[in-house]
């Protein structure tokens, strides 16, 4: 491990989101690290774990900020993972935007206040957009043009936008952002998994995507990994391979119905209006376009070799 403990012991490390889809992937890996000496869980929920120093903490409460610091204050730490973000399906968007954006502006600033070593934060190559005018492979520097009218992405720039200007203001901590391709497997809940979740799935008549696909075990392992990397910044991660989106369907078990644009976009909203786990149609472009990230960076500075191709991570889904 680096050199970059605040304790004279093990590694001591904070989490939020410990029980969210990449909050349950990362904890057994922590609990099973002998160098990772207490795990303080900042949460609405306690999870398992004989490592696991609990705190309640809601970040959609007006008191999170000072709930935050006096748990860092108690129990300093070397390393704060924040991944209390929203994956799932969100009926209120209004708590979302609490959750991901009102929720990091108090987790960066007790973390700045306590100078914690290490920050590490998850998001989402999806946040490019998908545009016809992009290049191949987008790479970290790429802007993030987001996807006009999808609250999920939007508020996730908008994350990424306070997380650089934290690093700006606090040299002192170094700051990892993970940004993930889709991720798919057993475990997974997010509108690329729902989508495939029909047997039948609508796609837009005339387009067929490239998309990346993630493991979820290669996300937990990159989580991992980014505890003691001698790195910093943002990195890309992404699965072997890339698959068209009738392919990726298709390795899923389901099979692509393409339909001309009008007769998609209604499909899809009365998909959404009858309760069924569709794709949302504010996100309606990353059918049409594809946005393909390069990640030579995360093997580079990470060590991040994936270990699953993206055919393997979509079947992941079926086999479960």
């Not at 929720?103 to 914690?116: D, E, F, I, Q, Y």
């Not at 029909?198 to 996300?219: C, F, K, M, N, S």
């Not at 594809?290 to 990640?295: D, F, I, S, T």
Request: hydrophobic residues 45%; aromatic residues 6%; proline residues 7%.
């Amino acid at each position: 491990m680096e050199a970059t403990q605040a304790s004279k012991g093990g590694l001591r490390v904070a989490v939020t989101g410990a029980a969210g889809d990449l909050g349950r992937l990362l904890l057994p890996l922590l609990e099973q690290d002998a160098d990772v000496e207490s795990i303080l869980v900042l949460d609405v929920a306690k999870p398992e774990g004989s490592k696991v120093d609990y705190h309640r903490v809601d970040l959609t409460r007006h008191d999170a900020e000072s709930e935050l610091s006096d748990a860092l204050a108690e129990h300093p730490v070397d390393v704060f993972y924040h991944l209390a973000f929203l994956y799932g399906p969100v009926r209120d968007g209004s708590l979302a935007h609490e959750l991901e954006v009102i929720g990091t502006m108090n987790v960066l600033s007790a973390v700045g206040r306590a100078r914690v070593p290490r920050l590490i934060v998850p998001s989402l190559t999806a946040l490019y957009g998908a545009r016809a005018s992009h290049p191949a492979l987008l790479s970290e520097e790429t802007p993030l043009m987001g996807c006009p009218g999808s609250r999920f992405i939007n508020d996730k720039v908008e994350v990424e936008k306070q997380v650089r200007a934290f690093r700006e203001r606090h040299p002192e901590t170094r700051v990892i952002v993970l940004r993930f391709a889709p991720m798919f497997g057993p475990n997974m809940d997010n509108p690329a998994t729902r989508m495939l979740a029909h047997r039948v799935v609508p796609t837009l008549l005339g387009y067929d995507p490239l998309w990346q696909a993630l493991h979820e075990e290669d996300a937990a392992r990159a989580l991992y990994q980014a505890l003691s990397a001698n790195a910093e910044g943002e990195f890309n991660i992404v699965g072997r391979g890339v698959l068209p989106l009738s392919g990726l369907i298709r390795q899923a078990g389901a099979t692509p119905l393409p339909l001309p644009g009008p007769l998609f976009r209604a499909t899809l909203q009365t998909m959404t209006s009858l309760g069924g786990p569709g794709f949302p149609s504010s996100l309606l472009d990353y059918m049409h376009y594809g946005w393909v990230a390069n990640g030579e960076r995360a093997e580079e500075e990470l060590g991040f070799i994936p270990m699953f191709h993206a055919r393997d991570a979509v079947a992941a889904i079926r086999r479960s």
